[in-house]
């Protein structure tokens, strides 16, 4: 008599799994609905803020300003090109260190290599150097990512002070390791033909990397690297809660000072940019397919 077959498939039992942890999870934190209701002495605040969304401020809402002040606006502007500066300074830093560790962090430049007529150098380098090579950079990566750019930015503003070097560097690094892992994923995964044709024609390791394997993955490449931007974008901003002079200063001191139309104008500043760079991708992605 064959066996009866288990009543719950592998992905209703996945997903059943991961409801059962989600619910646990609840239960252990204390979590409850009717934490969403705000308490009585905080209603008028969540009414205030909430209902300054549908106006936010094109001029000031406080009356006592310098009279050299730029407009608000400008303003606005202004901030919103130092969170661009600042993301876009700590994305250079992410595409070159990402890309180098990537290729180390990858395996399709030297798992493949035919070892028949390798001679001891090359049979010494596929058994010993390159695996090492590898499991190194799986390491950096794994240290980079695994601490918030939240955190890197306290060690360095309290080793460096509040300068801009201290933000861009507290971005780039936990980027820059999560850019590196998947740069390297993608490449592993990519189709190996045209490697494989470039290596029977006498290519070496780093051309079929070059020329074989990131033509391949290079759509895919684009687009994540698109919204690790749009990360660090959001991050720039973030870093303005400690200080530094992008969009997220002046969302903390509005909130700080009750100008909550203020607040809003400059939080759909940041959103105006992270949507614009959607918009982007999404253009570069479809010329590029």
């Not at 008599?1 to 209703?12: H, K």
């Not at 695996?131 to 980079?144: H, L, S």
């Not at 901003?237 to 903390?252: C, P, Q, R």
Request: aromatic letters at 12%; charged letters at 15%.
């Amino acid at each position: 008599m064959p066996p009866r077959p288990f009543p719950i498939g592998t992905r209703a039992l996945v997903l059943l799994s991961v409801a059962v942890a989600g619910v646990l999870a609840a239960w252990y934190l204390g979590l409850s609905p009717a934490n969403l209701v705000p308490a009585p002495d905080a209603r008028g605040l969540v009414v205030d803020v909430l209902g300054s969304a549908v106006s936010p401020a094109l001029v000031y809402e406080s009356t006592d300003l310098p009279p050299d002040i730029d407009p608000l606006l400008m303003r606005v502007a202004g901030a919103a090109i130092r969170t661009l500066v600042y993301a876009v300074a700590a994305m250079s830093l992410v595409v070159l260190f990402g890309l180098v560790l990537g290729f180390f962090s990858s395996t399709a430049w030297w798992a493949d290599e035919p070892v028949a007529k390798a001679g001891p150098i090359q049979t010494f380098m596929r058994s010993t150097v390159q695996p090492g090579v590898y499991v190194f950079a799986r390491c950096v990566i794994a240290v980079m990512r695994s601490t918030h750019e939240l955190l890197w930015a306290v060690l360095f503003m309290a080793a460096m002070g509040l300068t801009p070097l201290a933000a861009v560097v507290a971005l780039a690094i936990p980027h820059t390791g999560i850019l590196a892992k998947i740069f390297g994923e993608m490449v592993d995964e990519a189709p190996r033909d045209s490697s494989k044709q470039l290596r029977d024609i006498g290519a070496s390791p780093l051309q079929q990397y070059l020329f074989g394997l990131l033509p391949r993955a290079r759509n895919d490449l684009v687009a994540y690297g698109y919204y690790r931007f749009e990360c660090i974008v959001r991050g720039s901003a973030v870093l303005g809660f400690f200080g530094i002079e992008t969009l997220g200063k002046y969302i903390k001191d509005a909130f700080d000072n009750h100008h909550y139309h203020e607040m809003w104008t400059y939080i759909y500043a940041l959103l105006v940019l992270v949507v614009l760079f959607d918009l982007w991708s999404g253009v570069i992605r479809r010329r590029l397919s």
